[in-house]
T-cell receptor, first 113, second 111 residues
């Protein structure tokens, strides 16, 4: 049973526009959420995280929004750049990040120049 | 990053043979994990370790075993490789609470 879901396998966005990646979860015990970015032939790298005590966290061009009532989070990238083309994984954990991570299936983002 | 390395990077093996993948860290982190990445499934946890000789199963542990005799090394063994175990395997380390650092992966093909 997939507890973390990314329903869009792929997304294409024009360079300079906003990219919005979505993630849904079913386990109400999750209270810490992360986004990872993965390039081909490399391991995933940490991008940004958010705790359930917040509903928004920003880091430069990246913003993560959390809607706990809907069990939904999203990653906004603005403006999108060609180097953002990668696979993005959403992940969730309990105990404020002290438990093992459960990952989503990933969304392949392609930025069109 | 140099803090975590996986070996080999690529391997082709025959069905029914045992295979061991190695993960080595220099960060002295307590937690180590093995994931596999497959299309349509994302990253799925195979086994993890929370200390030397302390390991536990993840969601897709059947056909795999692990060992951790030293803090820095976490070995994943496919006891008798099958074609369904063709995948990309990632090791990750964590100090707890702040997400994971992943290795570069091992691409395993079982023929």
């Amino acid at each position: 049973d997939q507890q973390v879901k990314q329903n869009s396998p792929s997304l294409s966005v024009q360079e300079g526009r906003i990219s919005i990646l979505n993630c849904d979860y079913t386990n109400s015990m999750f209270d810490y959420f992360l986004w990872y970015k993965k390039y081909p032939a490399e391991g995933p790298t940490f991008l940004i995280s958010i705790s359930s005590i917040k509903d928004k966290n920003e880091d430069g061009r990246f913003t993560v929004f959390l809607n706990k009532s809907a069990k939904h989070l999203s990653l906004h990238i603005v403006p999108s750049q060609p180097g953002d083309s990668a696979v993005y994984f959403c992940a969730a954990s309990g105990n404020f990040g002290n438990e093992k991570l459960t990952f989503g299936t990933g969304t392949r983002l392609t930025i069109i120049p | 990053d140099a803090g975590i390395t996986q070996s080999p990077r690529h391997k082709v093996t025959e069905t029914g043979t045992p295979v061991t993948l190695r993960c080595h860290q220099t960060e002295n982190h307590r937690y180590m994990y093995w994931y596999r990445q497959d299309p349509g499934h994302g990253l799925r946890l195979i086994h993890y370790s929370y200390g030397v000789k302390d390991t536990d199963k993840g969601e897709v542990s059947d056909g795999y075993s692990v060992s951790r005799s030293k803090t820095e090394d976490f070995l994943l063994t496919l006891e008798s490789a099958t074609s369904s175990q063709t995948s990309v395997y990632f090791c990750a380390i964590s100090a707890g609470g702040n997400g994971y650092t992943f290795g570069s992966g091992t691409r395993l093909t079982v023929v």
